[in-house]
């Protein structure tokens, strides 16, 4: 049976579907939907896991690719690698919402089933390859965020912060739907697989209207990235969201904008790569430079984190100006590094505000005593962003900016462009580990505080990815580049 | 199955110890000593069946992939080299280890020290196994921090916490030349691994002198040589055992080691061994003289180790016909002996005397009968003293210079500049047991007393190795490190020479001149300083040469002048730019304002005032308006659009 391979999202389904219910009529229900929502999750996780053959169980009769309901959906190996992804990173932000979450608030089992819809999509997004089919596991993922990053709607930053989300995106998704409605009507079909050959029989006087359409492809999608100038509504929103959807935005949906650019330009359009590249490219190096120089000043840690996360979002966007297969692993490993590097940030950030210690870059002094295992974690997370080996975030982007350098020419700028932008997100990232390690304490001594345990298993497992990814990258490189050749072969 | 297999144990088993250590360090015995020993004693373990296997079955190396699709590896290997540095490092880590329980007894901080302590030591391990050029340097780097670390471990001493400043500052400047020679060799080859750009040497050796140089020149800043020494003689801030570790084993030998790895680069530019053996050359006789006017015990061993080093570099420079491989690696393995021991023996008795002055010891031998032997043994072996171990290494080193003398007359300079050397240590070194040990106590208000046994032990089996390391040489050691072939000296050969006898004359005559001065009293310490010529020399040596002062000025003048008008260029001209263009976001806010006024009103301002406040640079247009936010991506739209027609797409 082919369908058996959307198990992973009809298991998530099915319980999402159930958690409510239980919300209404179960007994000491905060206690048990964490442990559901993240049972499902595992549950999925662990098929992914078979599916990809990381488990070498053979009980599916399953081949990849597998193409679902007439080529809208393809489960390829591009399509499993996100998959996991954006379960694992769901299923941190799921730990760490049982503690971040407290037990008397509202609406616990609309959060859960909400974060569980809004994977689902994700990954539909991750295996659709057709323009409607991406589109609608797009707005599943985006309706279901902007209801979550409102779910404390009595306080009043959450509550703003969920209105600008929904409102920007509700314009983002309407540029998009332009964009795809201007596809279909130059091609008369919105089958990605199909576009190539579609487009190349185009009258001359048509070139006009394919670049709009283009133009609104790209500028929807990067509003979900966050690319400069479509970012603005991010760092106000990752303030003001909860911390564990925070963490989710920026590590979960923003990686969705990236899978629906790649299959759309990698693999759609990537016959016409010389007509956009150059786009993404100029939209790359604005992106990494507003995102670094506006991380500088920040003083809160959420606020630092969002601009950094823009700044990534900017490296990232590399690959798709640089458009090769070598690119687009390197890119999809850093996807993967850097989901990992600011799930555990933004998860420290939200154990800070559960432990009363507050998400300003200078309280974290004197961290090192309050809690020494959370400024390490903190630590290694920083390195790993400013890009410091052997720390994962250099791996993942040395394989990306020596991929824009192999490629050769104007990228060569680009990649000097990024360059001189790690070096100057060194400055706010070094900040962090001179409050945690070099100032003095003060007057008041700091005493060693209790870390709640589930918000800091995520924290040391994402740590512990960091530095394993770091020094043995090796076979998380090749899974980029299986991946990677799904779509470019 | 061989032993080889599991060397990369070596450097793992150290970096598992500091783990241990840095985080559990504080519920063990003795801040975490045994886990740290326990290490180093099971890497010289391994070492020494390495160092078999390697002997019977050749070389060895492994490696794996690291990032996937860039060629850079993590690997190891294993020749005769390694297999030697490998055996004195952990031998000397072991006894330094070993050492610090009786030192370190007292001191609050022994879980820090033993965790880094572990650190260093694997760092260098990993140095010396590296199978490529990137990895060396990795290595070469954490060796640096942990050096660093150590030197300032008495970081509330303001002396110690500038001694490691200084340290990390000056080995950087060597350390930047190294990794851009580093960057030259892999463009030019496309590798970093030994093997193959051993092999790809074959093919191309044109424009290889300024990689060569800046290899060497990273060896200059860690091995301390000319003019990068200045970090060295601070560095005794730190723990007697640090600087142990620091002059003996891990650090400063770094250096040697690179120049040596580097020897199938260098063969290929001749220029490269003139230039190495000059500024060994000066580095040695340099660095003697200064150690004449100290007065610091551990001032003299710091400037002696210098001094020595450049010995070995000097070596090295003769080139391999004349047989300076393997004399330079003879002389690194003894000095690894002799001056651990007389590091481990001076610390011995500033833990007697609560002072590094030697102005307040004297009559030393009384009290610590071990510790002055042992250091007697020490001292004779770095003067020279026939059939030490420092007699034969030091012959074989003039000699090897001696035989370069053939191509090129320098090295007949050279060799005179290391004759002269050899009397000024003799000299020096004898001034400092004198001064310790013989005669009365000059300052009485002290009462000395013999080392616990894990410091005197230790300091025992270093002196038989370093009295008799030296008959190693013809037992195996001249067949075993070589590069090119091996050279066949024997001791009945070396006597047949004039210039062996030269180079006994120069450490008797020194050893012979400080009994006169400092233990005879028969010429009066004071004739150095008779007359104005002589004071200006002893001041110029006191003051090192002006070296310190020299580069003050240039990071004064220089550096600081620089820095300040890069902050005038940011102050006018990049605040400037940005005020620029957030009065533009400003006035574009405005406009926007003005268009969609009241479209969404009244949405809350919590935000936007956290991001006016937060984003003063030019994020005025952040302004937490979502109006302004809508406005913006439309004009970005724009902005696309403006861009496709610019590169001519519409």
Not at chain 1, 430 to 453: D, F, Q, S, W
Not at chain 1, 469 to 480: E, S
Not at chain 2, 136 to 147: A, H, R, Y
Not at chain 2, 457 to 478: D, E, T
Request: with cysteine.
């Amino acid at each position: 049976m082919n369908y058996l391979i959307l198990l992973p999202q009809m298991i998530l389904v099915a319980i999402a579907m159930l958690i409510p219910a239980i919300d209404l009529y179960g007994k000491d229900k905060a206690r048990i939907l964490p442990y559901l929502a993240s049972g499902a999750l595992g549950i999925s996780l662990l098929f992914l896991a078979i599916f990809t053959g990381i488990i070498p169980l053979e009980i599916f009769d399953i081949t990849i690719p597998t193409s679902l309901f007439g080529g809208m959906l393809v489960i390829d190996r591009f399509a499993l690698f996100l998959q996991l992804l954006f379960g694992t990173v769901t299923l941190f932000v799921v730990m760490a919402s049982s503690t971040y979450i407290k037990k008397n608030e509202r609406n616990q089992g609309e959060y859960y089933s909400l974060l569980l819809i809004a994977t689902v999509g994700m990954m539909v997004v991750a295996m659709a390859n057709d323009l409607i089919t991406l589109f609608i596991g797009l707005e599943i993922a985006s309706i279901s965020s902007y209801a979550l990053a409102g779910f404390r709607k009595n306080d009043k930053k959450s509550a703003e912060a969920a209105m600008k989300y929904f409102i920007i995106g509700a314009l983002s998704s309407s540029i998009v739907l332009y964009g795809i409605s201007l596809f279909y009507g130059l091609t008369g079909t919105t089958d990605l697989a199909q576009f190539g050959t579609a487009l190349s029989n185009l009258n001359s006087g048509q070139d006009g209207l394919l670049a709009m359409a283009t133009i609104f492809l790209i500028a929807g999608f990067s509003f979900k990235v966050a690319a400069a100038p479509f970012h603005m509504w991010a760092p106000d929103v990752y303030q003001g969201a909860p911390t564990t959807i925070t963490t989710f935005l920026a590590a979960g949906s923003k990686k969705m904008g990236f899978a629906a650019l790649f299959k759309v330009f990698l693999f759609g359009l990537i016959s016409f790569k010389a007509d956009w590249a150059i786009a993404f490219g100029v939209m790359a190096a604005l992106t990494m430079t507003i995102g670094n120089l506006a991380a500088l000043k920040q003083q809160d840690l959420k606020r630092m984190l969002a601009y950094s996360s823009i700044a990534q979002a900017g490296y990232i966007m590399m690959a798709l100006a640089v458009a090769t297969q070598y690119a687009l692993g390197g890119a999809l490993f850093h996807i993967l590094t850097h989901a990992f590097m600011k799930t555990g940030a933004f998860i420290i950030v939200a154990m800070l505000s559960v432990m009363l210690i507050g998400s300003r870059v200078e309280d974290l002094r004197g961290l090192r005593i309050k809690s020494p295992i959370t400024a390490f974690c903190m630590a290694i997370m920083m390195l790993s962003l400013a890009g410091i080996p052997p720390l994962a975030g250099f791996a993942s982007k040395f394989v990306l900016f020596s991929s824009a350098i192999d490629a050769g020419g104007w990228l060569i700028w680009l990649a000097v462009i990024a360059v001189i932008n790690s070096a100057i997100s060194l400055y706010y990232y070094a900040r962090v580990l001179k409050e945690m390690y070099v100032l003095p304490t003060g007057k008041n001594k700091p005493i060693r505080m209790k870390e709640p345990l589930a918000m800091l298993i995520p924290i040391v497992l994402a740590t512990a990815a960091v530095i394993i990814i770091g020094l043995y990258p090796a076979p998380f490189v090749d899974a980029a580049m299986d991946a990677a050749r799904a779509l470019i072969p | 199955m061989t032993w080889v297999e599991f060397s990369y144990l070596i450097p793992i088993i150290p970096f598992i110890a500091f783990l241990i250590v840095a985080f559990f360090g504080n519920k063990m015995k003795e801040g975490g000593a045994p886990v740290t020993i326990a290490a180093v004693a099971s890497t010289f373990v391994l070492s020494v069946l390495v160092l078999f296997d390697v002997y019977q079955n050749g070389s060895y190396e492994t490696s794996m992939n690291w990032i996937g699709g860039t060629g850079l590896e993590v690997g190891i290997f294993i020749d005769n080299l390694t297999a030697l540095m490998l055996i004195v490092v952990t031998f000397v880590s072991l006894m330094v280890s070993i050492y610090s329980l009786g030192y370190m007894h007292d001191d609050p901080c022994k879980r820090r020290y033993y965790a880094e302590i572990a650190l260093f030591v694997g760092s260098m391990l990993g140095l010396i196994l590296a199978n490529n050029f990137l990895l060396m340097f990795i290595f070469w780097e954490l060796v640096g921090v942990c050096s660093y670390l150590l030197i300032g471990f008495w970081y509330q001493k303001p002396a110690a916490a500038s001694a490691a400043k200084k340290a990390f500052l000056v080995t950087r400047i060597g350390d930047v030349l190294f990794l851009t020679g580093i960057a030259m060799l892999y463009v030019k080859f496309g590798t970093l691994n030994f093997v193959e750009l051993e092999h790809l040497m074959g093919h191309d050796v044109q424009g290889l002198l300024l990689p060569a140089l800046l290899l060497f020149a990273g060896a200059v800043g860690k091995s301390a040589q000319f003019p990068l020494h200045v970090w060295l003689p601070n560095a005794m801030e730190g723990p007697t055992t640090v600087s142990a570790l620091i002059h003996a084993a891990t650090m400063v030998k770094a250096g040697i080691y690179l120049v040596a790895r580097s020897y199938f680069i260098l063969e290929h530019v001749p220029d490269a061994f003139l230039i190495i053996a000059i500024i060994g050359g000066i580095t040695a006789l340099m660095a003697a003289t200064m150690a004449l006017v100290q007065y610091d015990i551990k001032g003299v061993l710091a400037y002696s180790t210098i001094s020595q080093l450049g010995y070995m570099m000097l070596a090295l420079g003769a080139g391999a016909h004349a047989f300076g491989y393997t004399a330079g690696m003879f002389h690194l393995m003894n000095h690894a002996f002799f001056k651990a021991l007389l590091f481990l023996a001076a610390g011995s008795v500033i833990h007697a005397v609560g002072s590094n002055d030697m102005r307040k010891m004297g009559g030393l031998h009384k009290h610590m009968k071990i510790t002055s032997i042992t250091m007697l043994i020490g001292s004779l072996s770095i003067a020279g003293f026939p059939f030490m171990s420092g007699f034969f290494s030091k012959d074989e080193v003039l000699s090897s210079v001696w035989h370069a003398a053939a191509d090129n007359n320098i090295y007949y300079v050279l060799y005179a500049m290391g004759v002269i050397t050899a009397f000024l240590t003799a000299f020096y070194m004898f001034r400092l047991w004198y001064m310790t040990f013989s005669g009365e106590q000059r300052d009485k208000s002290y009462h000395p007393h013999e080392s616990p046994k894990t410091m005197t032990i230790p300091l025992m089996l270093l002196a038989i190795l370093a009295a008799g390391a030296g008959f190693s040489f013809f037992f195996g050691f001249q067949d075993f490190i070589y590069f090119g072939h091996a050279p066949h000296v024997t001791i009945v050969h070396m006597f047949e020479m004039w210039q062996t006898w030269l180079s006994i004359a120069a450490g008797l005559g020194g050893i012979g001149l400080a009994t006169l001065v400092y233990y005879k009293g028969s010429i009066s310490p004071s004739v150095f300083t008779a007359g104005p010529g002589r004071r200006a020399v002893r001041h110029m040596l006191e003051m090192k040469y002006w070296m310190d002062e020299v580069y003050m000025a240039i990071a004064e003048k220089g550096v600081y002048g620089f820095s300040l008008l890069m902050d005038k260029f940011d102050r006018k001209v990049v605040d400037g730019a940005i005020n620029g263009i957030s009065s533009g976001g400003i006035g574009l806010g405005h406009a926007s304002n003005e268009f969609d006024k009241g479209v969404i009103d009244g949405t809350v301002n919590g935000l936007s005032k956290a991001s006016f406040k937060g984003g003063k640079l030019l994020w005025n247009l952040q302004s937490g308006r979502v109006q302004d936010y809508a406005s913006v991506m439309i004009l970005g739209v724009c902005g696309l659009i403006v861009l496709m027609m610019l590169t001519g797409v519409i």
